[in-house]
């Protein structure tokens, strides 16, 4: 990472929405802040000023516990003040809209909106029907962007950098948020991705964001330096595409015995929460390859970056 | 009141005319269509520079009333229609309660009767409450006076059912009109899929929904001996389905969108939900095909799709949209800019696209500028260019994806039955 350029550049972004809408600079800034936030987390006093006087809103239509949990430490390690609201989203349901919500918030002059919602594309119009920041927090099958940055983040800090890795993507692609947002990052920072799914979870045209695409995890293992393996979720789609989940695990579950043939370093990431047995089996999700919880751990540093950087949108960023 | 409409270009299609001719009405009728006509008794009309047509007939129309007349009413519709140029509509039959017996039927006239500003037809449901099950009393709704049956917006899934409908019809002479989408495969879908809702993380719905149920349409059609129009052909397979159907002699005729000529699925990519329609928007390669079937006559008509929804129906999550747009009021801006600009279509064949043609499937007595015919008439300044503004629409509903677009070609003057209904760009009848 070019970081001698990276603290020159202004970031002029108010919102957050995915990893689509940024340029490699963007992110690279991203990562950066991020660095810098992360010496932060391990202080004895884990607590700087730089949203003091902030609100910040977790507004989530989705029950999520570890990204909710992140974004409040993240933004109360800023010294923001945090609320949480929880909505039920319903399209038959009777109830506010979703613009009536965000500027209803607003109005309680609040500072940033971290929204996570199960239909695609809401934190673009909520972005575009309020003056405050909005961070996505994972919207439908569409972006979950701060998932992606805190998995860049982690490879980097393990191999020094991105570009020119091979980075595979294993599981449900078609109905992952957090497989867009690592392709759209990854390629953004030059790695060379492929995916990696039963041929009814590959999406259309997915080849199109400029990855390699393979149904056979043999191939998507060998001389990959890291793997992304995603949480498999057994409902309405996925179900029709596979006969039995230990069908399942046979096909595309990551072994040890599939790991010894690969890369010895190989980095071993999961966005959590894990079904051991089912896209991975224990020993590897608890050995030496996997970066799981420093995931977890990375996530709130780079959630403290993003929150920073939007709510300073616009002003130069003296890092 | 007498009419003599001067100097204009006469475009009619019916009977081959595109001359430097005058056209007097008199009694709701067009008395004289000739070179230099003169009457002293008259309003003159000076067309000069503009283009004269038949006025429009829309056969794809969505009035909402009655039961949804917060969106539209059959007042406000066919003010959007004359706006547009359209004289004569055909109002879908998806209405709270639908229109799928005589009663309903009866009901509508009366408020047409009432209300209506230009020609308004209605079309009956094809089956009870358009739930696919139980055929309507086709013959009972065609003395009450509809014209076509439709269960538009759903599709007849029941393969022998609508075979027994096509049949139905076909004793009845009525034309059917069919939505087609394999529901099993759209199945929740809200946009094209292609690579486009990959990354927006939309459910796609592929183009096999549609033209596999244009499949199916024609081939119970030439099982029945019977007619069928398909609606909203959106997609390149339809239509090569469509013109093979032609060839080979099936009673097949065909309509598509002013939408699906002038945009791409590269349109939703902001989550706008006035993109969101069913069919969805599709490729470039598709808009190629369709503009080409319009040439050809494989596709014969240019219906609206006119599909009023309110803006807090609209300005929700894109999943949670309904589907449609206004129309009426943009066909002809979008047809010059997409079809004679880009000399697609030369303005006789818009002019048969967008009147002549729906007539005859329809089976109506408009469409054309004979002697003796009804006075629709509409007056076309096919250069002028204007800013389509939210404001300025007519109808009740705003949900258009061309708003604040500069369009050109635009409606001057129109009759119905003979009266002045717009004048100058303004429209002279009712109150809005």
Known sequence: ?319 | MKYLIKNGRVIDPASKIDDMIDIIIADGKIVEIGKDLNLKSSETIDAKGKIVAPGFVDMHTHLREPGREDKETIKSGSRAAIRGGFTSVVCMPNTEPPIDNSGVVKLVKDIIKKDALCNVFVVGAITQVRAGKRLTNISQMKKEGIIAVSDDGSCIEDKSLMLGALKDCKKDAILLIDHCEDIRISSGGVMNKSFISTKMGLRGMPKEAEYIMVKRDIDLAEKASSRIHIAHVSCKESVELIRKAKRDNVEVTAETAPHYFALTEECCVTYDTNTKMNPPLRTKEDVEFIKKALADGTIDAIATDHAPHTDSEKDVEFDFAPFGIIGLETALSLSVMELIDKKVLSWPDLISRMSTNPAKILGIDRGNLKKGSTADIVIIDPLKEYIYNKDSVESKSKNSPFINWKLKGKLCDVFVRGKVVMRDESIVVGSS
Not at chain 1, 96 to 114: F, S
Not at chain 1, 134 to 156: C, I, R, S
Not at chain 1, 243 to 261: A, M, N, S, V, W
């Open chain 1, 1 to 319: 990472m070019k970081n001698n350029t990276a603290d020159k550049i202004v970031w002029a972004k108010k919102d957050l929405l995915g990893l689509e809408y940024l340029s490699r600079e963007e992110i690279e800034v991203i990562l950066y802040t991020a660095q810098s936030f992360k010496e932060v987390t391990t202080r004895q006093i884990k607590k700087v000023p730089a949203l003091r006087g902030k609100t910040v809103v977790n507004l989530f239509y989705e029950p999520s516990t570890r990204t909710r949990a992140s974004f409040e430490l993240a933004a109360k390690r800023l010294s923001a003040d945090v609320i949480n609201i929880e909505v039920e989203a319903s399209s038959v349901k009777k109830g506010e809209t979703l613009i009536d919500t965000g500027r209803n918030i607003e109005a309680l002059k609040i500072d940033i909106i971290v929204v996570r919602h199960n239909c695609s594309g809401a934190p673009n119009i909520l972005a575009r029907s309020v003056k405050s920041s909005v961070v996505n927090a994972g919207d439908g099958w569409h972006e979950h962007p701060t998932q992606a940055l805190l998995d860049m983040f982690t490879l980097k800090s393990k191999l020094g950098h991105i570009e020119g890795l091979r980075v595979s993507i294993i599981g449900d692609i078609a109905h992952s948020r957090v497989a867009r947002s690592n392709i759209w990052g990854m390629t953004k920072l030059v790695a060379e991705v492929t995916v990696c799914a039963p041929p009814m979870l590959i999406p259309e045209g997915i080849e199109k964001m400029g990855v390699k695409v393979t149904s056979d995890l043999d191939e998507a293992l060998k001389n990959t330096d890291a793997i992304n393996v995603l949480r498999m979720q057994f409902e309405r789609d996925t179900q029709k595409a596979f006969p039995t989940k230990l069908e399942y695990f046979k096909q595309y579950g990551i072994t040890d015995q599939r790991l010894k043939k690969c890369k010895k370093d190989i980095v071993v990431m999961h966005p959590g929460p894990i079904n051991r047995g089912i896209e991975m089996s224990s020993d590897v999700a608890d050995g030496a390859n996997s970066v799981i919880l420093e995931q977890v751990t990375n996530g709130i540093a780079v959630r403290m970056a993003v929150l920073y950087l939007v709510a300073h949108a616009k002003r130069e960023i003296v890092a």
